[in-house]
């Protein structure tokens, strides 16, 4: 293998691994299919050289591929934030309710931390995490009491929610400048 | 212009590519190449996320194989990714209708 492709799937790999996406196997895959197609090249009756800088510019640059990675496993990993997000809401409304339960204080805590570790981890929407997890115990109790001041509950897990999502921005700020 | 066109419709162009026969990554975007006569030239890394996507989503499966003494990653549909495409293909033939119809081709 030469040293421009070489030092591209390395370069590659960096940005994956600094993104946190680093798959061996995706990257065998890549240097495969970057080896095949220098060949196609050679067989075409292009230099070494010429096969491998075509093959480097069609596969496209090391920052592209790896926001098209990003791109797409965010896609899953947004989902999957969101379904956490969710599940620990109706967890919040499932403690809330147990007659034994008074420390609204671990509750309050614990909405906060889980809401702004989900943004923390990666989901975009701050919003959408407040609302998928702080949603459940106002929507209980505006329904037990008629009360619609429960929808303030709702800003604990939105706080979190922004918090991590600004500590996500200040760390990516921090180690990818551009 | 094409390329953001074409990000739309990626999962349904490579669903269909890889309905015919199971291929792996440089073939499928070979394919893609040739079948749009070079229209569709998206740079080729790109589209290995979206493999792995629609693999995550259980559309695609995919098996290492060795060959020409290196290892290549082969794609195929699944049973629920022949159903995505048939129900992509309706979708898009509605959608293709409506466009032609409004600009009067």
Known sequence: MSKQIQNYLRALKRQLWLKGLFNADALDEVESHLLESVETGIRRGLSAEESERQALEQFGSVKAVSRAFEKERNYIMQTLLLGIA???????????????????????GGLLLVSGLLTLLGHRRPWLIGLAMGIWIPMYEIYKSHDIMMLVVLLIPLIGAYGGWLVRLGIRKTFHPA | MIGEALKGHLDLLLLSILANRPAHGYAVIESLRSRSEGTFDLPEGTVYPALHRLEDQGLLESTWSQDSG????????????QEALSTRQDEWLKFSKAVNATVGI
Do not use: C, E, M
Not at chain 1, 87 to 94: C, E, N, P, T
């Open chain 2, 70 to 81: 290196r290892r290549k990653r082969v794609y195929q549909l699944t049973p629920k990714g």
């Open chain 1, 86 to 108: 969710a599940l620990a809401g109706l967890f919040s409304l499932y403690v809330d309710t147990r007659p034994t339960w008074d420390d609204t204080g671990i509750l309050v």
